[in-house]
């Protein structure tokens, strides 16, 4: 059994990630401000919030995955430097909190391995993402900067997916004809449903995955690099 520390795990990605990982037998500790009503001898949670609370001690970790993040989309005049602050602080600062605590932990951990994650408008340049396309640039560089200190004992991964169908997203998802758009602006025709995302993140903590550290995984539909 593999014990996984999932920050943000009561919705959307981490959600996912979490049903899948209690399915298959391993142990699962979600950090979120809101408790899940989840009924399994293999799950524990703290409620708390990542920027402002005391972390809890946590006494084995083999894999730790970061999902709370943001979507500010603003014209950059409207953009406030608050947005940008609020941005770094709850997609960046939240998860080096994270790593800081648990590494020591995570370093004793079997295949011991983080998960972090940035968005499609980081590579592919997109109008009013001036904020949240810096913020998850940066997540981009920690990861392969993370990946380099801690080699050879934890692997650092990211994954940058396109628009994904959960709460975060569900202002821009506002009816069907506006993601009927969206998905056809992909080169698949489709964006993501938090399962998708979350089979490679749950692909990135298994010991399949045990060769790939430094990595950006590209979960968006070819939208970052096919032009057809
Ligand atoms: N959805 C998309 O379209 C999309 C696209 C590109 C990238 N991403 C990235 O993928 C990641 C996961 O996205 P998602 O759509 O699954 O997000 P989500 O639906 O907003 O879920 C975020 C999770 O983080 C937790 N969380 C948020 N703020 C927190 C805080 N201050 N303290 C503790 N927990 C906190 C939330 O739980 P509580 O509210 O209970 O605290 C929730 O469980 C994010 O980094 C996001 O930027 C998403």
Redesign the pocket.
């Known amino acids: 059994m593999r014990n996984i520390l999932i920050?943000?795990?009561?919705?959307?990605?981490?959600?996912s990630i979490l049903n899948y990982q209690l399915n298959t037998g391993n142990y699962c500790i979600?950090?979120?401000?809101?408790s899940l009503a989840v009924n399994n001898e293999n799950y524990k949670e703290y409620?708390?919030?990542?920027?402002?609370d005391e972390l809890p001690d946590i006494d084995s970790i083999d894999s730790l995955v970061?999902?709370?993040?943001?979507?500010t989309l603003k014209p950059f005049l409207q953009l406030k430097e608050e947005d940008f602050k609020n941005d770094f602080e709850?997609?960046v600062i939240?998860a080096v909190r994270s790593i800081q605590k648990y590494l020591n932990v995570l370093k004793k951990g079997s295949n011991p391995s983080i998960v972090?994650?940035?968005?499609?408008?980081v590579t592919k340049g997109m109008a009013f993402h001036a904020s949240?396309s810096s913020a998850?640039a940066a997540i981009e560089g920690i990861t392969k900067s993370l990946a380099a200190e801690f080699a050879p004992t934890v692997r650092v991964n990211c994954?940058?997916?396109?628009?994904?169908?959960?709460?975060?997203?569900k202002n821009?998802l506002r009816n069907e004809k506006i993601e009927e758009n969206i998905s056809n602006s992909h080169p698949l025709k489709k964006i993501?449903e938090?399962d998708d995302?979350a089979a490679v993140a749950n692909f990135l903590i298994s010991k399949e995955s045990n060769k790939i550290t430094g990595q950006i995984m590209r979960v968006d539909s070819g939208m970052s690099t096919l032009k057809i």
């Open positions: 920050i943000g795990g009561s919705r959307g990605i981490g959600n979600n950090i979120s401000r809101n409620n708390l919030d990542i920027l402002k970061y999902c709370p993040g943001s979507i709850i997609n939240g972090l994650f940035s968005t499609v408008a949240i998850k994954i940058a997916p396109t628009i994904t169908k959960t709460e975060l997203a821009i993501c938090a995302v």
